[in-house]
């Protein structure tokens, strides 16, 4: 029986004037999406989170912050995956790259679960929330 283990990701809720960044997949699963992507050997998942906001957007990253961690081993329909999610404010102007095709900026309370892929609408929600309880 051969070990299997899950790969691991890195996305990013960018921050934009109030509103967060979706960028639109060229690669299955195609649709909107939140940026993100593989941690590489030898790198550690700040150093993933930059260099793939970097690569799909071409922004900086300010205030990094570990948001959560998303394990559901059906959140990724190219197989379990694990993905350890961040927040910060984009710096700069946004730019297609690499995965992306287009981009768009959405108020986060306006995103519907139909309009994006993986598990980025619960992300989402859960951005929500946690903000609106921080704010009370």
């Not at 967060?20 to 941690?39: D, T």
């Not at 995956?81 to 992306?100: I, R, T, Y």
């Not at 309370?109 to 992300?123: K, L, M, N, Q, T």
Request: hydrophobic share 35%.
């Amino acid at each position: 029986m051969k070990h299997r283990q899950p790969k691991l990701a890195v996305d990013c809720i960018i921050v934009i004037n109030g509103r967060i960044l979706l960028i639109y997949r060229k690669n299955a699963p195609v649709g909107w999406a939140l940026p993100g992507g593989f941690v590489e050997y030898g790198e550690t998942v700040e150093q993933a989170v930059r260099r793939e906001m970097q690569e799909e957007t071409g922004l900086e990253l300010e205030g990094l912050k570990q948001f959560r961690v998303y394990s559901d081993p059906g959140r990724d329909p190219r197989g379990h995956c694990v993905s350890v999610v961040f927040s910060a404010q984009g710096k700069g102007s946004p730019q297609v790259g690499d995965d992306a095709l287009r981009f768009r900026l959405v108020e986060p309370s306006g995103v519907s679960e139909s309009a994006v892929v993986f598990d980025h609408f619960r992300i989402i929600q859960d951005f929500v929330k946690d903000r609106s309880s921080r704010q009370v």
